[in-house]
């Protein structure tokens, strides 16, 4: 169905409004395209995205269809770190996505581009995406390059720390900074925004080879264009949202999200977009794919290098052509073809052997960035999900970051109500070698889902402490996070989880081979299963809710609604 030719028929205003603006009357019967975007001067991920606006507009037209070009800008949780607009970060999600939502149901539109580049912004356009189930194509919005000596972004929260210390001092630290971000895109590691991105192409809505592409090459330009043309394709085959998101491409999203070592963000988004194609993904399927695929993408946090190493080693179809075995290759995707005909495709032409071009300006080889399956980085994936006393509906650890001295690790528990109380704990030196940082109450309902970002950094930029501290909490971790960080704890503490109950003097176990997080002694003795279980059952007698004052505005709407980490923390409706 021509979707908006049947709009205009009940709304004999619509033509007259459209050629107030830019359309022309030979404008009206054209096939027309929503082409909405996060641009706008928030961050640099979304800064240049006008550029690929104006591509999409340029595919489109030469299809002889019209576009129309609206934006909700998102936030950057590199800007929000540390302050309360971190609580917003995880809300802002589901506000772009009801912005999309409003903007494609109000506007008689047969197919919709979206294009955006960062941790929020590219879920909530694939949960509107799925929600809306219209002929979508997603643009990835590309990557930075990185600054001098392989400077990456995340490295300056290190610096941070050292310069905090007086380890390094003020003009050293500003020209850092300054270097740091040497052009637009998304962050040069593989964080939440990369790991999007990823997820994106690997579900089959964006176009192969598009994602975490250098931002200051014209391909991403190119690219661009190409799915402003594809889209009319789509249109025109009345090829929909879900018949990509399928669960087999969900099942496909989750054996790369392992190979790359992605962020454990992906674990709240991609249940949360499953959820608006009405498909369930549990806790338990991202386990079992970890534990069977491989971990092969050796870039920033967990390995050596920025991000755009991975893109020049041939990016995710390369990750996709070496991980065939495991994959469902029959899905469908927004090229119009088969996930199998597209990687057949890619062989034939020598679009990677072009990218390992870029590799040799560098003197590296494809492999020193993406290891062959059968001699991987590590053999299993790089997420755990652990369960116990403490996380009964689980949680979420990145083990590839971590030293494999901590993967078995017992640890005092030392509770904070808040992130800073945790961070400051850590740089005045509370916190020792051996202990545990616990941080509840920072669940979706308890203060919005927060980054710990500034605690695990200053834990990760410790030497001490780097391979004998951890942190636990119900909140989540930046994609940038290194080290000992289980985060999502499910129930979360603001609905009576048993992380509420934990006590400064609890032993508490990660067992990450064994999948287990669990209270295992009381004022530093160990005690048994049945003892500890008993414990829990007084303290939660007499546990009471926290008082908080009323929340007024989003923030106290979308902790009404959240629905808990480990299912998406997405808005209940």
Known sequence: MNRSKELRKVGPEIDALRQGMDWHQSDLDRTQILIDSTQGSSHPGSYKLNELVAEVEKGVMYRQGKPAQFTVTDICDGIAQGHAGMNYSLVSREIIAGMVEIHARANPIDGLVLISSCDKAIPAHLMVAARLNLPVIHVPGGVMIAGPDNLTLEQIGTYGMKHYKGEIDDDYFQRLSASACPSCGACQFLGTAGTMQVMSEALGLAL??????????????????????????????????RDILTYEAFYNAIVVHAAISGSTNALLHLPAIAKEAEIELEAKLFDEINRKVPYIVNTKPAGKYATEFFWYAGGVPAVMLELQEFLYLDVLTCTGKTLKENLENIKKSHWIETNNGYLRKFGLKPEDILYPVNSPIQKQGSIAILTGNIAPEGSVVKHSAIDPKMHVHTGTAKVFQDELSAREAVLTGIIKPGDIVVVPYAGPKGSGMPEMFYTSEAIA?????????????????????????????SPEAEEGGPIALVEDGDLIKIDIPNRILAIVGIKGEPKKPEEIEKILVERKKAWNKREQGKESGILGIYKKLATSAMSGGYMKQ
């Open 461 to 489: 930029a410790n030497p001490d402490l780097i391979a004998t501290t951890a942190i636990i909490t119900d909140g989540r971790f930046s994609g940038a996070t290194r080290g000992p960080a289980v985060g999502h704890i």
């Open 208 to 241: 192969p080879g598009s994602a975490i592409a250098p931002q200051v090459l014209k391909t991403t330009k190119d690219l661009a264009r190409e799915a402003g043309s594809q889209i009319i394709e789509l249109v025109q085959k009345g090829i929909n949202a």
